[in-house]
């Protein structure tokens, strides 16, 4: 981490709602203990701004006949256009104008580290809650476990818990730069760190208590997602869930005393918003609302959102060429990138090899987020195809381990994963089933022939500072040795590559995945 002082001061400015789980809003309606109340949430919206308006929209619509509340269950700061040009100034603008009751911490806020992002949340005027983000040195958890609200006579207690995983897949963003761990995600710890919420926000006279969740339905390997956790506790009445994006309007899991708890998860991007409905007998139900069926726009969101997407269009829509093809990254929900090779991943992989003149080069599919149609190739549609800031490293590592590499990488197939390769100057067989790989090629820089790889041949490799120290690639190249770094990030190498290797023409040579990945 480079500034402490920026992260101390950060911390000041985060201190009326860093402290103290007691916190109690202040409601607009009369105090009405008929009305219902409807806590309307969000998850995964990566940077998808034009959504918040809806959103506050939507609760503008209902106010007048129930308590409503608004909170987010993680993953806004980063994932797009909005996020990147402005290091998520943008995103915490508009959301600052929702006004949210609560607010929780996803995996991808800590992509621009740790004080950036406590600089941002600072700057959101919300309760910003997580039991398990912990200074690793103090042991103090920076954050407040939960808050409490205040809707008419009832009082609701809105937890927050961040997947463990997001230590590991977002690395650079828990460690200084010569490693050394500034905070953990408690991860052996959070079923009892969720527990001991639960029952503090029941002695502070919560009438329910909300698990605001990024944990995700898959199962991971601390036994975290959300309904693992739910089996480990009681008290919970509801999870409003994120991290996977799965769309889930009610569904209901039984907790460690045999009681129903409700989950709901709204899927990415705005798709739908959510509704927990607390009605007055206080039976609760969730239900998920599509975005494109509300019709009533927040005057005062709209605002700021207009404002900054006319700031933002000043940088994305510069030209920078054309593609003739569609470059390929998901085909519906499924984002095939993550199992297997696409042009999109092809383009990016020549983009950085091009760049660092290296053997070959090798990056994470979870780093290309967007695909992109043929047409007009702007600033901004470069940046949806590639939004994060990780930037070029160049390591040397032998045939052999290569090798080794690649079936780490591979490993999760037939499961999609953002670490699975997109690759330049390498060419490979997978056998998917058993999770090996064979016959792997390395092209000749001078021939251009693909040649057998030699195992005790050292050779460089270019990627990008997340799949090196930011816990990419399971970690694999963590102890390798830098040969080069740069500060261009892949954004930058893919507008050089076809501005200037390609003359603003992205042509029919990437029409279609060129054989590197072969999956058998």
Known sequence: MKNNHLFTVCLLLCGSFLT??????????KENAEKNIVI???????????????????????????????????????????????TGRYVTEV???????????????????????????????????????????????????????????????????????ARYTEEYGFVDEKGNELFNLSPTELPQLIQNAINSAREDGADYVILLSHLGEDPTVYDSDSHSIIKKTTGLDAVLDGHTHSVISSDVVYDKAGKPVLIAQTGTKFENVGKLYINKNGKLSTSLV??????????????????????????????????????????????????QETNAGDLAADAIRDYAKTDISMMNA???????????????????????????????ITGENIVKLLTAVISDLPEASGDFPQVSGISFDVDAKNHTVSNVKIQNKQT????????????????????????????????????????????????RYVSETLNGRIGQQYSHPQGRINIK
């Open 290 to 339: 599509p975005v494109k069926s509300i019709t009533q726009d927040n005057p005062i969101v709209k605002r700021t959102f207009d404002r900054v997407n006319t700031e933002c269009k000043n940088f994305t829509e510069k030209v920078i060429g054309r593609n003739d093809v569609d470059l390929i990254v998901q085909i519906g929900d499924d984002k095939i990138i993550r199992v």
């Open 448 to 495: 251009g022939v693909f040649e057998p790889i030699i195992n005790d041949k050292t050779y460089t490799m270019s990627t990008l500072d997340y799949t090196v120290s930011g816990g990419g690639f399971k970690g694999f190249l963590k102890s390798y040795p830098l040969l080069a770094s740069d500060s261009k990030t892949l954004s930058d190498l893919i507008m």
């Open 366 to 396: 979870g780093g290309i987020r967007t695909t992109i149609p043929a047409g007009t190739l702007t600033y901004g549609k470069i940046l949806d195809l590639a939004p994060y800031d990780n930037a070029l490293n160049v390591v040397g």
């Open 40 to 86: 309307l949430f969000e998850n995964d919206v990566h940077c998808a701004i034009e959504g918040y308006q809806k959103l506050a929209g939507l609760r503008d619509a209902i106010q007048d006949t129930a308590y409503v509340g608004v909170v987010s269950c993680g993953d806004y700061l980063q994932g797009g256009t909005m996020g990147a040009i402005s």
């Open 20 to 29: 103290g789980c007691k916190t109690q809003s202040k409601v607009a309606v």
């Open 95 to 165: 959301m600052r104008t929702v006004g949210y009751d609560a607010v929780i911490l996803g995996n991808h806020e800590f992509d621009y580290k740790i004080p950036r992002m406590m600089e941002l949340l600072a700057g959101l005027g919300a309760p910003v809650v997580s039991c398990n983000l912990q200074n690793t040195k103090t042991k103090e958890f920076p954050f407040a476990p939960y808050v409490v609200k205040r809707y008419g006579n009832k009082k609701i207690a809105f937890i927050g818990a961040t997947t463990p995983s």
